[in-house]
């Protein structure tokens, strides 16, 4: 099940969110990129469950995981700058 939101341009600046609420995906991936567990994000944010982890998870991933196209260069930039 996909809980993340569709983009909505009068929330969050437009930027995707879990399940319409003002939890931005990005909030849970820094939160998880700072070593915080999946307890630990659910006890911070409260109104969050654990699938909404897991689906804030999976929508980065679809992201990361566009195709580039070489031939006209699209993507170089992003991938130089790792």
């Known amino acids: 099940m996909n809980l993340v939101s569709l983009v909505n341009p009068r929330q ?17 991936l820094d939160l998880l990129a700072n070593g915080l567990s999946t307890p630990e994000i659910l006890q911070e944010l409260t109104d969050l469950e654990e699938e ?15 195709s ?7 993507g170089d930039e992003e991938a130089a700058s790792w």
């Open 12 to 28: 969050c600046g437009g930027r995707p969110c879990i399940r319409g609420m003002r939890i931005r995906v990005i909030d849970i």
């Open 68 to 74: 580039v196209d070489r031939r006209s260069g699209i």
């Open 52 to 66: 909404d982890i897991r689906s804030a998870i999976q929508y980065a991933r679809r992201r990361v995981d566009l």
